[in-house]
C-alpha cells in the first residue's frame, strides 16, 4: 500500500468564506477556496468553485494561458478523486497541451501537466504512458538544473513507482535511494518527505524478503507520520496496513491481525467505504483470514472488495484481478470449484492484457523479473484445473489453452520481437538493435575479465543500465510494435488440427502444491495429451510422484547411466503412464509423438528408457519429437512452413566445422588424449584454475571426416581447425545452414556463498549468477586468452548473438551442452536456449559427458544418413540405432538429443 499525501500534490492555500458570492470572487480566490473543499472531501462545492475559476479566466485571458492549465489540472485531480478517471484523463490530457502551445517543452508548467498526466496513468496501471511521460518530466526539470525542487523529488517517486509496481526492483532501488539521499540533504530525516520515502524502500525491502531492514524503515516511517499528523491520519494507517503484511507473511498471524484492524479503524474514519485504499484495507486482513482457515470472514471481506475495486478501477486494473484471485484461491482451498471458475478466469483475462501491454516495453530481464510476480495465478489455476479435473473434464481444455499462452513466453515473445527488427526494413532501427548487440558483447567481455586487469573507471552498473535501455527503446521503436502488442491466443483444438491421425501431442507440466498458508506440500507432473480423435477435451494424466521422480527416481536414472548398468525401473516411473494412456487412446499406435517436456524431464532423455516388457528402448518403440510448446504445430501450420530437407540442395549449403582447436596458442598443447570424455570442470577454468585444457584427437578426426563426406558431395564446407578454431571466427559466421562443434564443453552450478572467500571468488559468484555465463564452449586461446582479444569460451551469452536467423541446424559435439537452469514454463537456460534464440531452427546437444570415440562415430554416421537423403530426424535416430549395435549401453548412444524442427 502506498502513502499518497494530498497535502504534498498541491501547494497551500488560502482559506476564504465559503458563502460569499462566487460572481464577486477573483479566479485565484475561487481556486484556492475549491482547493481548501478538495482537501475537506466537499467535491460538490469544490467542483463549483473551479468550475467558476476556471470561466473568470476563460473570459479575462481565454483558455489559451497556464493559469488556465492549472486550475483544469486541481479539477482533474477532484474527479480522481471521485473516481471519475474518463472526465479526468481529458481534461489533463487538455492542460498539458495548453501548457506545450503556450510555454513550450522545456518549461515547468509543461513538466508539471506531464506529471500530472503520467500519475493519472500510474494510478490506471498503465505503465507504458506513465514511464514515458514521468521520464520527460524529469529530463526537463534535470536541464532546468531544478533536481533539488520538491517537484522534482515527486517525478523521481513516481518513476520509481512505475518500476516498484513492475517488480522491477533492480530499476526501482537507486531511484528511491537516489531520492533518500536528495531529501535527507536538503529537508533532513525528520522531514515528512523523508518518511514517504522510509516506506517507499521499506515496500520494496519486505516484497524481497528482506523483512529485519523493511521493519526499520516502517517504524522510522511511523515515527515520522505520527509526529507530523498523529495517528488517525491516512500515513500512519498505511504504515499500519504494511506492517501487517510484513507479519503476516512471516506467519505471525496475531501482529498481523492487529496492525490490519488498526489500519481499518483509521481509514474508516478518512475514506468513504467505495474507496480503493479502504478496499486493500479489506482485502489485505481477508487474505490473512483465509491462512488461518477463517473462511467465511475471508469471503466477507474478499467479496466487499473485489466491489469496490471494480466500481473504482474497473476489470483491468491489476488490483481487480489480485482480488478476483483471491476469491479463487479462497474458494479452490474449501473445494467449492465450480463457484471459482469465474473468478479464475477474469484474473487471467486481466494479466494477459497486462502481459500484451507491458512485454513489447520490456528487455527481457524485465520480462522475467515482471512474468515470475505474476506467473503465481497461472500456477494456481494449474493446480485448481487438475483438482476440478475429476468433476469437469472441461477443465483439461482450459488448461491446455492457457499453456499454449504461457509455455514459453518469454523466449516466444524475445524471438518474435527480433524477427519483426530484421523484417522491418527499417535500416536505421536494425543498426541500432545490431549496436546493441555489439555493446552487450563488450560487456560480456569486461565481465570475464579479472578484477585486476579492469580499468578501475569503468562503471560495470551503469554499462549493465545502458544495455538494458537500449534493449528496451529498441523494442518500442519495432516497426511491428502494434503486432507484436497482442499475443495471440491458441485453443488446444487448433493443435489437433495441426497434427495427422498417426500422430499425438503431450504438453508435460511441472506443477507444486501449496497448502492455504503458501508452504509447499507436494510435487506432481500433469501430462495433456491431445489426437487427432480427440473430441470433448484433451487428456489429463497426472503423475502424483513427482518428488521421486526429481530426486530418487533420477539418482537412479543418472547413476545407472554413469555407470552402464541395466535400468529396467526409469521406464515404469517417467514414461509408463504416459504409454499406457496412449495405448487406451489407440491399439495402433502413433507414428510421431510432439513432447514438449517441463521440469525434470529436461534431464531425462526419455529414448533411453528401457520397456521392461518387451526389453526394448523407447527410441526403438516410438518416435518422440522434442519441441518448445505445442504452440509451435499451430504456428507452423498458420506460416505453411515445412522443415528444410537438409538432404537436399546440397549446392546451397553454408557449412561450417569448428573442432580439435588450439587452447594453447602460444605453444603446443602438451596434453593429447585419445578416449576421453568431451567435458571440463568450468568453474576451475572460468576462475583461473585449470592449468591444462586436454586436446581431444578424436574431434580432429571427426570433423575430417564429416569435411570428407561433405567434399565427396561436392558441397562448400569451411574447416575450422587448430589456430583457426576461434571466437572470431564464429562471431563473424552470418546464417550459416549448418554449424558443428567438436570441442569441450562446461556447464557449471552456481557457487554457494559459503564457498565464497575472496574478492575474486565473490565477483565471479556474482558473475556466475547469470546461468548463460555458467555454460558454453572452449575454442582456440583459452589457455592463455590476451588482453584486449576474445578470451577463448563461447559462453551461452554470447552464444545468443550469433547471427543464426536462416541456419538449420547447430550441433554441439561436446559434453552437458543441454544442461542449465531449469525454469518450469520456460525450459532450459543455457546453451541450448542461447543458439535456439540466436536463431538455430533445430539443436542436437548432450546431456551428459560424452565418450570421444562413441561421440565421433555418431556425429560421422549422422551425417553419412544425411547426405544420403534422410531428413534430420531420420538421420540422427539411424545414427544412434547404428551405434547402439556397438554400444548398447545408453550412455553411449543416448547422451545426445535433437531439439527443434
Known sequence: MKFTLFTIIFSSFICFSYGQNLDKLSYQELDSIGLDLLEDENYKKAEKYFQASLLKIENEFGKQDTLYSNVQIHLAYLYMEELRYPK????LEEAKNINKNVVGTNHYNYARSCYYLANFYLVNANYVKAENLFTETR?????????????????LRGLADIYYEQSLYKKSEPIYLELQSLIEKKLGKNDLWYGIISEDLANLYSDQGEFKKSEELYFKAMEIY???????????????????????????????????????????????????????DINNIADLYTMQGKYKQAEKFHKQALSIYQQALGKDHPDYALSCFNLANLYKVQQYYQTAD????????????????????????EKNLYYNDIVFVFEDFTDYAVSYYPQNKKMSGQLFDEILFTKGIIFSSTQKMKKQILNSNDQKLIKQYENWKKKKENYIS????????RDNSVDMKKIASDINELEREISKKSASFKQNATKKEYKWQQVRESITDKEAAIEMLHLIKYDREGNEIDTVYVALIVTKETQQNPELLVLENGRELENGAL?????????????????????????????NLSEKGYSKIYFSPDGVYHKVNINTLLNPKTDKYLLEEQSIQLITSSRDLIERKEKGEQSTDLSKNFADYK?????????????????KVNGQDRSLNGLQRVVGQQTVVPVLEGTKVETNEINDLFSKKNVKTILLQNKEATEENIKDLQNPTILHFATHGFFINEIPKSKVTTMQEAEDRNLLENPF??????LAGCQNPQTGQEDGILSAEEAMNLNLDETELVVLSACETGLGDIHNGEGVYGLQRAFRQAGAKTLIMSLWKVSDEATQLLMITFYENLLSGKTKREAFKMAQLKLKEKYSEPYYWGAFVMVGE
Open 139 to 155: 529530463t526537463i526539470y534535470e536541464q532546468l538544473g531544478e533536481k533539488e525542487n520538491e517537484f522534482y523529488f515527486r517525478v
Open 226 to 280: 505520527e509526529k507530523k499528523f498523529g495517528q488517525q491520519d491516512e500515513g500512519y494507517s498505511s504504515i499500519c496496513n504494511n506492517l501487517g503484511n510484513l507479519y503476516s507473511d512471516q506467519k505471525m498471524y496475531e501482529k498481523a491481525e492487529l496492525y490490519y484492524k488498526k489500519a481499518i479503524k483509521i481509514d474508516k474514519k478518512i475514506f468513504s467505504k467505495n474507496d480503493p485504499i479502504f478496499a486493500d
Open 655 to 671: 557449412t561450417y566445422l569448428l573442432g580439435y582447436p588450439s587452447y594453447n596458442l602460444n605453444g603446443k598443447d602438451t596434453l
Open 555 to 583: 539418482f537412479f536414472y543418472q547413476n545407472n547411466v554413469d555407470f552402464q548398468l541395466e535400468d529396467k525401473e526409469s521406464y515404469n516411473q517417467y514414461w509408463k503412464p504416459i504409454q499406457d494412456k496412449l495405448d
Open 88 to 91: 479526468a484523463k481529458s481534461i
Open 342 to 365: 469465474s473468478f479464475y478466469k477474469e484474473a487471467i483475462r486481466n494479466k494477459k492484457k497486462q502481459i500484451n501491454m507491458l512485454f513489447p516495453t520490456l528487455s527481457e530481464e
Open 773 to 778: 555465463l555458467r555454460s558454453g564452449l572452449l
Open 446 to 453: 569486461l565481465l570475464q575479465t579479472p578484477i585486476e586487469e
